[in-house]
C-alpha cells in the first residue's frame, strides 16, 4: 500500500526556517513523481515543487523559488522541502504527493499533510 506521512510543521516567526519530511512506503520513490502542494485556509491548493518520475529533474513555483529547496534521502525513502526565508504568506497545510507518471495537479496518493503557522 502506497502512503505518504509529512512531518516538521510547527510554528515559526517570520523570517526563520523549517524542513519538512515525506516519509514513503509501499513504494520506492525514486520511480514516482513526488510532488510538495500546499493549502492556505480559504484558498485554493497551490503545487510549490516537484520531483519528475523520469529524470528526477525539479520545479518550484515562482512563489517559492529561491527559498525553498527538495532533497531526498534514497536509503531512508524520504523527501525532504526546505523552508526558508518563511512569512505569513507561507501559513498554510504542506502535503506531498505521488504519482507513478507525472508531476500534475491532481497526483494519485496523498499525504495527510503537516501545518506550517509563520507568525509575524
Known amino acids: 500500500e502506497v502512503q505518504l506521512l509529512e512531518s516538521g510543521g510547527g510554528l515559526v516567526q517570520a523570517g526563520g526556517s523549517l524542513t519538512l519530511s515525506c516519509a514513503a512506503s509501499g513504494f520506492t520513490f525514486e520511480d514516482y513523481a513526488i510532488g510538495w502542494f500546499r493549502q492556505a485556509p480559504g484558498k485554493e491548493r497551490e503545487g510549490l515543487s516537484c520531483?519528475?518520475?523520469?529524470?528526477?529533474?525539479?520545479f518550484y513555483s515562482s512563489s517559492v523559488k529561491g527559498r525553498f529547496t527538495v532533497s531526498s534521502d534514497s536509503a531512508k525513502n524520504t523527501v525532504y522541502l526546505q523552508l526558508n526565508s518563511l512569512g505569513s504568506e507561507d501559513t498554510a497545510v504542506y502535503y506531498c504527493a505521488a504519482d507513478s507518471l507525472s508531476c500534475h495537479r491532481n497526483m494519485a496518493y496523498w499525504g495527510k499533510g503537516t501545518l506550517v503557522t509563520v507568525s509575524s
Open positions: 520531483i519528475s518520475r523520469n529524470d528526477r529533474s525539479i
